[in-house]
């Protein structure tokens, strides 16, 4: 009920209660609701510390517009105040003339490690990771390491994990947990209460969809982003992560409906960017689709001779589409988990060809019954000829949905080969993929069925 009221509260753009008092993410969503000058007068009444943390939640929708209208001396407060990473991501997102105007805002520190932060490609663990960690030097005692810790823990995203470095080459040694430097002798070395495995590193080049695994897979809370020798530039936390994949996940959902990711929530984008990001697509699958048209102009004497196969071609059509749209989605799913990689592909071949046989064998049965129920009962006449079309029906369905399945866990593997992301194997391109070849097949086994008969 609580939180009922508190959202009921937030949605309104009159401001009649304290927002010093609010999570950050909640005063987000109080300055999504209002209108930019309302946005920024609002945001102007806070405390720096707090005004920085909302620019700096991924909740706040239009962060690069209320800093481009807000004063040049409290915008260069709040932006030296964010975290480095943040920053980053805004800056990356922003179009000038307010790039370069806030750009010219930052401390020349703050501008260095912004800069080198939007040198690494896109969604790679570069441009996640924050310089903003802790690390101390090997010779240093656990006494010395907490005190260091209380001493910039204002200024560090996280404390959670704590860099062991060799004093000399400044290479990363260990990796120790704040809870077992608490837990520790006060005296002894601080790599001694580091476990004894190395850390887990990533390359700042490695894209964020394996950060992801392996901070799922070893249940950490950051992960150190390191050079060739193992020099730690940074690290991506696991909220940023969050993040990032959350992102990944809403550009992959777009993408399996057979459009361009949007680039901004839903409600926020235009008409002209809306039609721009789902044309393109329709148009293709469009153009795909004559291909259909075709393949039935092909056949036109078979159909003029036996119509009553054309009563079946939306069923085997949509079979063999719905098998390969399932098939695509448990592939794309296994190779983002790190499930599969591209050398098990003919492993996932010799495993869809029975499944499709059978899941194809399965709804075979199902079309040769209802034809025999429907003929039997008089609900329709199927002519003299019915056990022949209803075994046309049901051997088209075992090739279709097989055909269907074998195409469909093919095609990201295909993709991801040539570079592409294999979530553009999205559910409408492989349909129409399956819908032409289906037709196909289709009239390939009546040729062979109903040859003599009905044709």
Do not use: C
Not at 91 to 103: A, G, K
Not at 196 to 213: G, H, K, S
Not at 281 to 301: G, I, K, N, P, R
Not at 314 to 342: F, H, K, W, Y
């Amino acid at each position: 009920m609580q939180d009922t009221i508190d959202r009921d509260r937030l949605s309104s753009p009159v401001q009649t209660f304290d927002l010093g008092t609010l999570h950050v993410a909640d005063i987000a969503v109080h300055l999504n609701a209002l209108e930019l000058s309302e946005a920024v007068a609002t945001l102007a009444d806070l405390p720096l510390e707090q005004a920085a943390a909302v620019l700096d939640h991924a909740s706040l929708a239009e962060p690069t517009a209320i800093l481009a209208a807000i004063d040049p001396a409290a915008a260069a407060a709040i932006l030296d105040a964010m975290a480095a990473d943040r920053l980053a991501d805004l800056f990356r997102d922003m179009e000038e003339p307010p790039r370069e105007r806030l750009l010219a805002l930052l401390t020349a520190e703050t501008r260095a490690v912004v800069a080198a932060l939007l040198a690494h490609p896109p969604h790679s663990a570069g441009s996640l990771m924050t310089t903003e960690f802790v690390s101390v030097p090997a010779t240093w005692t656990v006494a010395e390491t907490l005190r260091h810790i209380r001493e910039v823990e204002s200024e560090r995203e996280t404390i959670y994990a704590i860099y062991v470095l060799d004093p000399v080459s400044h290479r990363l040694q260990r990796s120790v947990s704040l809870r077992r430097l608490i837990s520790g002798d006060p005296e002894a070395p601080v790599g001694s209460v580091a476990r004894f495995e190395r850390p887990i590193t990533v390359l700042p080049q490695v894209d964020r969809e394996e950060v992801a695994r392996l901070i799922s897979k070893y249940d950490l809370l950051a992960i150190p982003v390191v050079d060739e020798k193992n020099h730690v530039l940074g690290i991506v936390t696991v909220d940023d992560i969050i993040d990032a994949m959350s992102e990944e996940t809403t550009e992959d959902v777009h993408k399996f409906g057979g459009m361009e990711a949007l680039d901004e929530p839903y409600p926020q984008i235009g008409f002209l960017a809306m039609l721009k990001k789902r044309a393109g697509w329709l148009a293709v699958l469009f153009l795909s689709e004559m291909l259909t048209a075709s393949a039935m102009q092909h056949f036109q004497d078979e159909l003029e001779k036996a119509v009553v196969l054309t009563l079946f071609i939306p069923l085997i059509m949509s079979s063999g589409g719905n098998s390969g749209s399932q098939a695509t989605s448990l592939i794309i799913r296994s190779l983002a988990l790190g499930e599969l990689q591209l050398k098990d592909w003919w492993r996932v071949a010799l495993r869809e060809a029975p499944t499709g046989m059978a899941l194809g064998g399965f709804l075979g049965l199902i079309g040769v019954v209802r034809i025999a129920v429907w003929q039997q009962a008089g609900i329709f006449d199927y002519g003299p000829h019915w056990p022949l079309v209803a075994a046309t029906v049901g051997l088209a369905l075992v090739a279709i949905v097989t055909f269907g399945s074998l195409a469909g866990s093919m095609l990201p593997f295909a993709l991801k080969r040539l570079g592409f992301d294999p979530a553009s194997a999205s559910a409408p391109f492989v349909a129409t993929l399956v819908d032409v070849s289906g037709l196909v097949i289709y009239f390939s086994v009546a040729t062979l069925v109903l040859s003599g008969t009905l044709l």
